[in-house]
């Protein structure tokens, strides 16, 4: 409306031209970038989204020009240039370099250096994917020292940072590493700087935000310099600052512990497995009882893993997004022992084994990517283990669990505006719910986000859920478990409720310990977390779903006769995947007819259920009976346990 009474507003322009990229349409943001720079041609900001905007886009489209005309009749019409109507990598770098005729450098030293910083930009992003990459990476190099001519540490200190930051990344690439290291350590002075200059927590911590990378680096400034201890330190620091910021913005206090606390959490038994990802290194520390400091394992291959990381979320991806998800043959699936067993290579399992040959019981606290990955699959099953989103949070667990008699909240199939119904969710809730003498169940169209928060606040100590949740990527705050029609409890809900009674929470069957597909640049702050951050003893959760087997039924119902019998969630799940691993066709029958006669109703729909998966076991030929057809890691290595690593009640 404003462009209605003021053609001329270039603001108004640029701001249009900003939603429409965020809309996803390209060339009509285009246009309105060429609107705002009509009228002011050295506004920076619009050539830098231009160019952006125009890298993006496929093709040149003279037709979204036209439709503005159309859209404000009384715009007079912008004679064409066709230098700018290229479109991808080079039709973004003829934009920036367009851009520099108007911004020059002793009239506009910020606009000129971001310019700059930019162009650098697009050659590194497009050298990612040629095998010359050399060639584009120099080039990006040369712009970047040029961006650094007017963006210094104290005319523009954050616009400074992310070129040094981008610089950095650029030299390590190209196997420059004492420059990178010079520059590292040069940026991360400058930031202390900027750090101790900022006059409130919120300040603070957006700044620590927006340069984590270079904070992750600083990691590894000290374990070059054989620091070992103040690096551990700073990793965690590094990953409570985060978590606080995510789960607990009004917290002024953020606290890190220090390293005679972080091996309150061992004992003679038991070690800590934490990594650190910059975006140059990976870090593994060994944290035993006793020991003067931790053992750092040399993990060289962060390229690799870098890699490694991008096929697995690729093929994960295409298996949830197939149409055959269903179906037999699936590369992520069938792959699945090959590429856990290159990730046990690159992250040195073995050499990590060498120094616990007197441990029965890991803590695994990952990093990043890291928390979407099955790493408890990569030690033999020997091991207990147990997963902590940082040290710091396992330290406000340590205090005994006061386990009452059992309690169990069972929140079932929720009718989840689209999507797929859990096939065997409704069986697995109904076993479940029976094993316990005192259960509340609230399924399907009465799971609204009401019912379910006012029932979480009644005197329960185990949740059982049962359904659909998401991760939201750039809005963590916002990842949910989903529940009837379109209400959901998200993270921001979880925080809000007290949950110091929960023993155990059980998140089954919905991916809410996966993040999604992008690349995780800070830390991985999820539903698990919220959960864990209000005192939730325990939390098991499932990295991906199994829709076409009974065996997460089999696993969860033998979980919880484990707890019932008294034994600790860990050792519980434990034994859980182990049995499941090792149970033959033969010997499966006997929990089929257990489920049958103990907990379902005789010809109720889900005992017909259960009856034809024991017709169908029953009808395996008798040399197949000793195989067992769940050990493949698809099967039981989506099921991981957060929080106390208790064992013993």
Request: aromatic share 12%.
């Amino acid at each position: 409306q404003a462009l209605h009474f003021q053609p001329d507003y270039h603001e108004a322009w640029y701001n249009r031209g900003l939603a429409l990229y965020e809309l996803g349409k390209l060339e009509e943001a285009v246009a309105s970038f060429d609107q705002a720079l009509h009228f002011k041609p050295d506004l920076h900001q619009a050539w830098l989204n231009r160019g952006v905007a125009t890298g993006n886009s496929l093709n040149y489209n003279p037709q979204a020009a036209i439709m503005l005309q159309h859209q404000f009749p009384n715009l007079t019409p912008i004679l064409p240039n066709p230098t700018l109507n290229q479109r991808g990598y080079e039709g973004q770098l003829l934009c920036y370099q367009e851009g520099l005729k108007y911004c020059l450098q002793d009239t506009h030293p910020e606009g000129w250096g971001l310019l700059h910083h930019h162009t650098g930009y697009a050659h590194y992003v497009q050298g990612k994917y040629q095998p010359n990459y050399r060639h584009y990476w120099h080039k990006a190099e040369t712009e970047y020292h040029q961006a650094l001519i007017t963006l210094t540490p104290d005319t523009y200190p954050e616009s400074h940072l992310e070129v040094v930051q981008d610089l950095i990344r650029v030299l390590f690439g190209l196997n420059k590493d004492t420059e990178a290291k010079q520059w590292r350590r040069q940026g991360l002075e400058v930031l202390q700087q900027l750090f101790n200059s900022q006059k409130s927590t919120f300040l603070k911590r957006q700044l620590a935000t927006k340069f984590i990378s270079l904070y992750q680096m600083g990691v590894d400034v000290l374990v070059e310099d054989n620091e070992i201890i103040p690096a551990l330190g700073a990793a965690e620091s590094n990953k409570n600052f985060y978590l606080t910021w995510i789960l607990d913005a009004q917290n002024q206090h953020i606290l890190s512990p220090t390293y005679p606390d972080i091996q309150r959490l061992t004992n003679p038994t038991t070690a800590i497995i934490y990594w650190h990802l910059s975006p140059h290194a990976l870090t593994t520390f060994i944290i035993k009882h006793g020991a003067a400091e931790p053992i750092i394992i040399p993990t060289p291959q962060h390229p690799q893993l870098e890699a490694w990381i991008k096929t697995w979320n690729q093929q994960y991806q295409d298996y949830r997004a197939s149409k055959e998800k269903r179906s037999s043959v699936s590369p992520w699936r069938d792959n699945l022992r090959e590429h856990l067993q290159q990730l046990s290579h690159i992250l040195n399992i073995q050499d990590i084994l060498s120094h616990t040959r007197s441990i029965r019981n890991l803590i695994l606290i990952p990093h990043r990517d890291l928390h979407r990955l099955p790493l408890h699959a990569l030690f033999p099953k020997s091991f207990t283990i147990t997963y902590l989103p940082s040290a710091q949070i396992g330290i406000h667990q340590l205090a005994a669990d006061v386990v009452a008699e059992a309690k169990l909240l069972s929140i079932e199939h929720p009718n989840s505006q689209d999507f797929d119904e859990l096939p065997y969710a409704e069986i697995e809730s109904t076993v479940i719910s029976k094993i316990f003498n005192h259960c509340t169940r609230i399924s399907g169209k009465n799971a609204t986000q009401t019912a379910v928060t006012n029932a979480l606040t009644d005197n329960y100590n185990i949740l059982h859920f049962t359904g659909h949740a998401n991760y939201n990527f750039d809005h963590p705050q916002q990842s949910a478990l989903f529940l009837n029609n379109e209400d959901k409890l998200t993270l921001n809900d979880i925080c809000a409720i007290p949950l110091n009674n929960y023993y155990l929470v059980t998140l089954a069957g919905c991916e809410t310990a996966l993040t999604g597909n992008q690349t995780i640049e800070k830390d991985y702050v999820g539903l698990v977390s919220a959960f864990i951050y209000q005192r939730v003893s325990h939390v098991v959760s499932t990295l991906w779903t199994i829709p076409d087997s009974m065996s997460s039924l089999l696993l969860m119902v033998y979980f919880y006769w484990q707890l019932k019998k008294g034994k600790p969630p860990a050792i519980a799940l434990h034994k859980a995947q182990r049995w499941l691993r090792q149970v033959t066709y033969e010997k499966l029958e006997q929990p089929y007819q257990t489920i049958l006669n103990k907990f379902l109703e005789p010809e109720s729909s889900l005992y017909v259920r259960v009856d034809h998966e024991l017709w169908k076991i029953r009808q395996i030929e008798p040399s197949q009976k000793q195989e067992t057809p769940f050990d493949h890691p698809y099967y039981w290595a989506a099921f991981i346990i957060t929080g106390k690593n208790s064992l013993e009640n």
